[in-house]
């Protein structure tokens, strides 16, 4: 079972950008559907992005899509989100996992995403 470890979060003004990265453990990241998911403050953990195992499919909830941007580099072992034109309610703990996550390990620390001003 891989383990997955998320960064590039921080402190971004309204309108700006941050580039997540997850780094995946084992040699089996390949043959994983991924996803990116974040949980606000007193909210409920969300799938926004998700990518195939080749990448050429990818899905995103209707509050990201146009602004997030999701990747994957199969060689690399490593996950993306590219988020721009960030806003106040894109603040989060943003993780990374299988899709679905209960096929998943269990969540890591995940990375720190605070929009404001």
């Known amino acids: 079972q891989a383990q997955f470890v998320e960064s590039g979060g921080g402190l971004v003004q309204p309108g700006g950008s941050l580039r997540l990265s997850c780094a995946a453990s084992?040699?089996?990241?390949?043959?994983?559907?991924m996803g990116w998911y974040r949980q606000g403050p007193g909210k409920q953990r969300e799938l926004v992005a998700q990518?195939?195992?080749?990448?050429?499919?990818?899905k995103y909830a209707d509050s990201v899509k146009g602004r997030f941007t999701i990747s994957r580099d199969n060689a690399k072992n490593t996950l993306y989100l590219q988020m721009n034109s960030l806003k106040a309610e894109d603040t989060a703990v943003y993780y990374c996992?299988?899709?679905?996550?209960?096929?998943?390990?269990?969540w890591g620390q995940g990375t720190q995403v605070t929009v404001s001003s």
């Open positions: 084992g040699n089996i990241f390949r043959l994983y559907t």
């Open positions: 996992n299988r899709v679905p996550s209960t096929m998943g390990p269990s």
């Open positions: 990518i195939s195992t080749g990448g050429s499919s990818t």
